[in-house]
């Protein structure tokens, strides 16, 4: 039984598309984020949800657009893609916000823009 | 802001010690994590220092100095499957808004050899 869970774990799109990356958490956790990891492994927090509400959201350009049904889902689309995008995104999540030190990430989804 | 600092490249022999340090600069802390990463896969959590001294979780440990803003990863015994990207993390202080990011540092490629 996956812990955190996304998809699709590889998507090649062209520039200017529009897609979006689904995840989703088992494991009963109130929180859960977005991290980019770009191709120096350099990984960086995007976006934060604690119980579909959005906590952190950091200087991300505004193409991309986070969204949480509810607290067990956290979707990431991002519109007009474009070739600075190309890096592997994953979805974490952690019981509350404050336990954040130890967050159980998804496999990633390592989008290539052409 | 937040920075972190450890080294790029760690090469050890099997059976061996390694230790992969991190220092940090950092405008409030609350505490420092390890994780792992294996080529291609996810981020996985090792464990977390909040106080200074040491952290013992099998054949890997972890030490804080809040003084010295430092902290490292020992792994012991090594084994061909430590060969991985080591990442340290810091969580801000909760008086700032930090507190729910974890900031990571750039990695350090560990590679161990037979």
């Known amino acids: ?114 | 802001g937040q920075s972190l600092e450890q080294p790029s490249e760690v090469t050890a022999v099997e059976g061996a010690i390694v230790q992969i340090n991190c220092t940090y600069q950092t405008s409030g802390f609350y505490g420092l994590s390890w994780y792992q990463q294996h080529d291609g896969g996810a981020p996985t959590f090792l464990s977390y220092n909040a106080l200074d001294g040491l952290e013992e979780t099998g054949r890997f440990s972890s030490f804080l100095s809040r003084s010295d803003s430092y902290g490292y990863l020992l792994l012991q015994e090594l084994q061909m499957k430590d060969s991985a990207s080591y990442f340290c993390a810091v969580r801000g202080s909760p008086l700032m808004d930090s507190s729910y990011k974890l900031i990571f540092g750039s990695g350090t490629r560990l590679l161990v050899r037979p």
């Open chain 1, 1 to 114: 039984d996956t812990a955190v869970s996304q998809t699709p774990k590889y998507l090649v799109t062209q520039m200017g598309n529009d897609k979006s990356i689904k995840c989703e958490q088992n494991l009963g956790h109130d929180t859960m984020y977005w991290y980019k990891q770009d191709s120096k492994k350099f990984l960086k927090i995007m976006f934060s949800y604690n119980n579909k509400e959005l906590i952190i959201n950091e200087t991300v350009p505004n193409r991309f657009s986070p969204k949480s049904p509810d607290k067990a889902h956290l979707n990431l689309h991002i519109n007009s893609l474009e070739l600075g995008d190309s890096a592997v995104y994953f979805c974490a999540s952690s019981r509350q916000p404050g336990e954040i030190q130890e967050a159980f990430f998804g496999q990633g989804t390592r989008l290539t823009v052409v």
